[in-house]
């Protein structure tokens, strides 16, 4: 988890992004989704994108009605300081709910791949295709030219709403994952997938759109 969680971070401080949305899940037995007090969690220990990313979210909820609180305000410093066993989250929760919270939206990274991007203008079909001299002199540039690919990463992202209150497998109420494509600041890469979260949290109904 410790691995997982500092990547979050290195999305919201590295280099502008494009975030794409890919899939959702939303619990059709919940007629309603309208939380008296929900928690937004960024899983990551970079404090700074951590209080940047919480802010933006909460901020989005609010407008909607909805009474939101950043994690950072409301959960210990020390207890996202080391992964934590299934007996201390349980404990954590148990005290939201007693603190009269009833919903929890956590975001956190699920996977990272590794892309190429070559050069199009190389793969110009024409004479040069017929001949091995022509083809060897023209594509030999591929290994003797810069830039002709350049490597980036995919960041798999996914924000998850919880009833908890709920205890049983009816408990999760939505689930949307997004892909973050070479992120390169903090704050268009906050602005980009809380925009883009909250667009289709509006679509299927979980939200009321502004």
Sequence with gaps: MKKITLI???????SCSSTRFVDSWKNEEIVAF???KLLVI???DNLTARKIFEEELKKEFTKRGINAHESTTVLEESFTDAQRSEREIEMM???LVDEGFDAVAITAVVGVDDKRNYRSDYYTFGY???R???YYYRFQRVYYTPGYYNDYKVYHVETSIYNIEEDTEKSLVWVGTLNIVDPYSITATVNDYVARITKQLEREGIIDPL
Excluded: A, N, S, V
């Design 42 to 44: 960024g899983m990551t």
């Design 132 to 134: 091995f001299g022509r």
């Design 128 to 130: 040069d295709w017929y």
């Design 34 to 36: 309208r939380p008296k």
């Design 8 to 14: 979050l971070g290195i999305i919201f401080m590295t």
């Design 93 to 95: 929760k148990e005290k």
